[in-house]
């Protein structure tokens, strides 16, 4: 470090030297205040067009339940950009900042349970014990099906007589700075939201049946708050995710409230998923939300940008969809869907008595019987099998179709059943050589199901930001869920211990890394 006490001490390139670390260093700041200034606005903006939408006479033009579904959401985006606003501009308690309005205390007929927090030493720097000399007390509303309780947190504080001095055991870190919710609370929330399709405003009604009526819209904010926490979660579930050698993907459709429309209309939204293989011992999934069906959502989330050697690099199994195929020219290998190709030839059977259809579905039989047989091979067993067996009848199932082809007019039922297998050959048997890959696409499908089941309740998406939120608490309740964990004790523990998590070993709470804490257990 120069010393710039005495400027007329140094030589020429001393202050040429100074002079460029200062303007380095002026640099590097004046971008860090660029970036966060860019930042705040574009919070700020938000938060703005959210309050206009929330108050503005066109939420008039939505009938009851939709209005409350959008106006819960537009409370959790509020709650959650001032969480995030929180982290690039901490807020400053001026001594003229008026004050915020006092909380009423919990309900005094709730059971109450206390949880005594106490310094590990008492014993003063000169050798004295010191001694009690009052308690401050937080309670918390914690919350087990049908049941309301208040945990009494009590911190003593402990005064050595001689010294003067204070010792008092710290305020444990939470997930919602100051909030009265506990964990549980906090979880059971979550879970009824985004696992049991349960919106915020039937929750209220629970909530008020077991005694402690809680708003819509502070539950709204909890979620939001929660939301904004749990992402470098997900965040770091989807990056160990994209290093598996094969994923799944699919993506089924969701409303969304048109922020361009003037009345209550709504657009098309996806909900993209991608997950691992059955075959894989990483049990995850991922959930994107997106505002369109566009191919560049899969691009961006497959992490492929300008350079055409960037991103994720391996084989995806997913339908016909031309979204998919961007991908493909970017090295991402194709893995077909054979459940797809079958579909086609069962509704010929089903719908008209196909003879063509009936005989296909004999080679499909004999596929997935295969696959059923080697499911728990090891994958170079599994190859060979594949390689000995399914072969053959693929061979023989391809000979076939391409007889059968010449054989019906074009433009006819069957043969577009024909052609779509003909069509993507390659990438339907690509299994066959390649012993992880699955035979189909029915594994993620299986996990978009319950975004199909429970879109009308909880993911009437009043927002882009809304929907994000919701894919993200999904990705981690449902990985839970897949690695045979209870969703509720898993959100619980990680809200539990997150604040005081490195960020550097976040990756411990992941789903599949997690274990339940001995007393859960």
């Not at 939470?174 to 549980?184: A, N």
């Not at 539990?496 to 890394?513: F, G, I, K, Y």
Request: aromatic share 8%; glycine share 6%.
């Amino acid at each position: 470090m120069i010393d710039t006490t005495d400027l007329s001490q140094l030589d020429a390139p001393q202050l040429r030297e100074m002079v460029r670390t200062l303007v380095s260093t002026v640099g590097a700041r004046d971008r860090e205040i660029a970036f966060k200034q860019a930042t705040i606005d574009k919070i700020t903006h938000e938060m703005a067009v959210l309050k206009r939408l929330k108050f503005a006479a066109m939420s008039e033009a939505f009938n009851a339940e939709q209005k409350s579904l959008i106006e819960e959401t537009i409370d959790a985006d509020l709650a959650a950009l001032q969480a995030e606003l929180d982290q690039v501009v901490p807020t400053e308690h001026d001594k003229g900042e008026k004050k915020q309005p006092k909380r009423a205390p919990l309900p005094a007929h709730l059971p109450r349970r206390e949880v005594r927090h106490e310094p590990d030493d008492t014993t003063c720097g000169c050798g004295k014990s010191m001694q009690r000399i009052g308690e401050d007390v937080a309670e918390k509303l914690d919350y087990q099906p049908g049941v309301f309780t208040v945990e009494r947190h009590i911190r003593g504080k402990w005064a050595c007589a001689c010294c003067e001095k204070l010792v008092q055991a710290p305020v444990a870190a939470h997930v919602i700075d100051k909030g009265i919710p506990t964990t549980g609370l906090l979880a059971q929330i979550l879970v009824a939201k985004f696992l049991d399709h349960l919106p915020l405003y039937r929750q209220e009604r629970v909530f008020e049946r077991a005694g402690m009526a809680i708003a819509r819209s502070t539950l709204a904010q909890w979620v939001g708050e929660c939301g904004v926490q749990l992402q470098p979660l997900v965040d770091a579930l989807t990056a160990e995710m994209l290093q598996s050698a094969v994923l799944h993907a699919d993506e089924t459709p969701v409303a969304m409230l048109d922020p361009k429309a003037k009345t209550g209309k709504t657009h098309k939204a996806y909900v993209w998923s991608y997950c691992t293989t059955q075959f894989n011992p990483m049990k995850a999934v991922v959930f994107d939300f997106a505002d369109s069906r566009g191919g560049h959502h899969v691009r961006a989330f497959l992490g492929h940008g300008e350079a055409r050697d960037s991103g994720w690099k391996g084989s995806l199994v997913t339908d016909d969809f031309s979204g998919y195929k961007a991908c493909f020219e970017r090295g991402v290998i194709e893995g077909g869907c054979l459940a797809h190709a079958r579909r086609k030839f069962h509704e010929l059977w089903v719908n008209n008595a196909s003879q063509v259809g009936e005989q296909a579905l004999k080679f499909f039989q004999e596929l997935y019987r295969i696959e059923r047989e080697v499911q728990d091979y090891s994958s170079e067993n599994r190859k060979a099998a594949r390689k000995e067996r399914s072969q053959k009848i693929a061979d023989a199932l391809q000979q076939w179709l391409i007889g059968q082809r010449q054989k019906v007019p074009d433009g006819s039922a069957t043969a577009k059943a024909i052609d779509y297998s003909l069509r993507r050959w390659t990438a339907l048997t690509r299994f066959i050589e390649d012993g992880n890959l699955p035979v189909d696409n029915n594994w993620v499908e299986n996990q978009i199901r319950p975004i199909a089941l429970g879109r009308n309740n909880w993911l009437f998406a009043g927002s882009l930001r809304a929907g994000k939120r919701a894919a993200a608490i999904m990705s981690l309740v449902h990985s839970a869920r897949l690695n045979g964990h209870d969703p509720y004790a898993y959100l619980r523990d990680v809200l539990e211990r997150l604040p005081t998590q490195p960020a550097s070993r976040v990756d411990e709470l992941l789903p599949h890394r997690w274990r339940a804490p001995c007393s859960a257990a």
